[in-house]
């Protein structure tokens, strides 16, 4: 199991979302606490013995795993509904196999359950809460896939960012330099990119904006860092070709100043600055 967890809050009570085989898992133990915060496992325990839960898990077991006993299925079934009938999470788990329940330990331990039994629950509990629970699950989800996105990028720079630096030390930096004057050497080549593309160095954009973290193509847009990428493969190339550094910022800069006029009227390029700057607000 994923040790990753999300939290979202659903009419003032914080609720669990965990991964478990990439798929998502939404606490039962924390949408009890709307109802009973002393009492979570009784409401659980409740629910478990009705006899709708117990054919509704069923289905969903039978329909999503096929480890799934359905002979013990047909024995918590009739008995479901009397009223000696007690079934906890764990041995419901334990006697069917079951995966659309899970009954978990330490730190964010309680029972979980897969989506669609997590919002069924809701509803037993609370009709009007399991419409807010689905409305702040489907935002934590568009937050994650907008977060998805806008990384793949940023890793996509990173990548050929390696390729530039690896050109660099190959091409550009004397045997027996000592490590300051390398990085002396990367980062002015790397401000051969900044003055292509932003006109100004990194110390520059550091100089005029003291108050942001991070540096200048942290904040650069979807286009800037399409275009930054070409820049930068396009400059290992001019290296490996021996073109004096001075040459190479000019070709770089005109080249920039094309993309960049293709880029800003590129509609897909535009949709995915739209999206990074609502991430961002």
Wanted: aromatic share 10%; proline share 2%; hydrophobic share 40%.
């Amino acid at each position: 199991m994923s040790k990753k967890s999300k939290k979202i809050e659903v009419k003032g009570t914080e609720i669990t979302v965990i991964q478990n085989i990439e798929q998502d898992y939404i606490s039962l133990t924390d949408i009890a606490r709307f109802k009973d915060a002393k009492r979570t496992d009784y409401i659980i325990q409740n629910w478990l013995r009705n006899r709708n839960t117990i054919e509704f898990l069923g289905i969903w077991e039978k329909l999503n795993n096929p480890d799934f006993n359905p002979i013990e299925f047909e024995g918590f079934r009739n008995k479901a509904g009397l009223n000696s009938f007690v079934l906890t999470s764990k041995q419901w788990i334990e006697k069917t196999n079951a995966k659309g329940l899970i009954a978990k330990a330490g730190r964010y331990g309680g029972t979980y359950a897969h989506i669609d039994i997590a919002f069924e629950f809701a509803s037993w509990v609370s009709v009007e809460f399991k419409l807010y629970l689905i409305k702040e699950f489907q935002r934590l989800k568009e937050a994650e896939a907008k977060e998805l996105d806008w990384n793949v990028k940023r890793q996509l720079t990173k990548i050929n960012y390696r390729i530039h630096t690896d050109a660099v030390k190959e091409n550009l930096i004397p045997e027996h330099l000592t490590p300051k004057q390398i990085s002396m050497v990367y980062a002015n080549e790397a401000d051969v990119l900044n003055m292509a593309l932003f006109g100004k160095t990194a110390k520059q954009w550091r100089d005029e904006n003291s108050d942001k973290k991070g540096n200048i193509r942290d904040y650069a847009n979807v286009s800037q860092l399409v275009c930054l990428v070409n820049l930068e493969n396009l400059n290992a190339v001019f290296i490996k070709e021996g073109l004096p550094q001075s040459e190479r910022l000019k070709k770089l800069n005109q080249i920039a100043i094309e993309q960049m006029k293709i880029l800003v009227q590129d509609h897909a390029v535009k949709m995915l600055d739209d999206k990074k700057d609502n991430s961002d607000e």
